[in-house]
């Protein structure tokens, strides 16, 4: 069955600490990877996706995610978390690169302590 | 470029009343998506658009969701009669084709009381 699981519900890391989010996913065929972003109030945004290539794949705000096969995970990392980064984050996959039937992990909730 | 947009932000309804939850995509976006979150729960799909047909509606939990697109622009989505099982974030994403990234709106939350 096609599934993504994220195992962390709430995360709350120190403004300036590292973090990483963890995403493991099921699927049959090789899917586009996906981490979205739902701040308070807004929209889901998208920070990265990845298909093929370098595993290690760059985002917006200064996220990378890193895909390891052997794993099937593609998790979230940021070097140094700023009180912006206060949102739910969402792992995702799907076979196409649009948002035709995304399936997605249930969110992890980052808080970050002043 | 405006983005995506769902109306209304917030609606509270009664059980058993109808409500018609609107999406207006980005300008010349063929493509359009319905999700929602129900409490709890992972954000789940529910149709595709290709203009105005429906390409995928697989994901429709029965037979009060009712979806249209009309002429190939914006979206409607009427749940009738509400049930609280239906209380929600609905979301709703256009792309320019399905191999292009899609943008989503920023959801209306659904409250059946």
């Known amino acids: 069955a096609q599934s993504v699981t994220q195992p962390d519900i709430h995360i709350t890391v120190s403004e300036g600490a590292s973090l990483e989010l963890r995403c493991n996913y099921s699927y049959g065929a090789t899917p586009y990877l996906f981490w979205y972003v739902q701040s308070p109030g807004q929209g889901l945004q998208l920070l990265l996706k990845?298909?093929?290539?370098?595993?290690l794949v760059q985002g917006i705000k200064g996220f990378e995610a890193e895909f390891k096969r052997s794993q099937s995970s593609f998790n979230l990392r940021k070097p140094s978390v700023h009180w912006s980064d206060a949102a739910e984050y969402f792992c995702?996959?799907?076979?196409?690169?649009?948002?035709?039937?995304?399936?997605f992990g249930s969110g992890t909730r980052l808080s970050i302590r002043p | 470029e405006a983005g995506v947009t769902q109306f209304p932000s917030h609606s509270v309804i009664e059980k058993g009343q109808t409500v018609t939850l609107r999406c207006d995509p980005i300008s010349g976006h063929d493509n359009l998506y319905w999700y929602r979150r129900v409490m709890g729960k992972e954000i789940k799909f529910l149709l595709h658009?290709?203009?105005?047909?429906?390409?995928?509606e697989s994901g429709m939990p029965n037979n009060r969701f009712l979806a249209e697109r009309t002429g190939g622009t914006y979206s409607t989505l009427k749940v009738q009669p509400a049930e609280l099982e239906d209380s929600g974030v609905y979301f709703c994403a256009s792309s320019h084709d399905r191999h292009t990234e899609a943008f989503f709106g920023q959801g209306t939350r659904l409250t059946v009381v």
């Open positions: 995702a996959v799907a076979l196409y690169s649009s948002a035709s039937k995304i399936i």
């Open positions: 990845y298909f093929s290539g370098d595993t």
């Open positions: 658009f290709v203009k105005e047909s429906k390409q995928d």
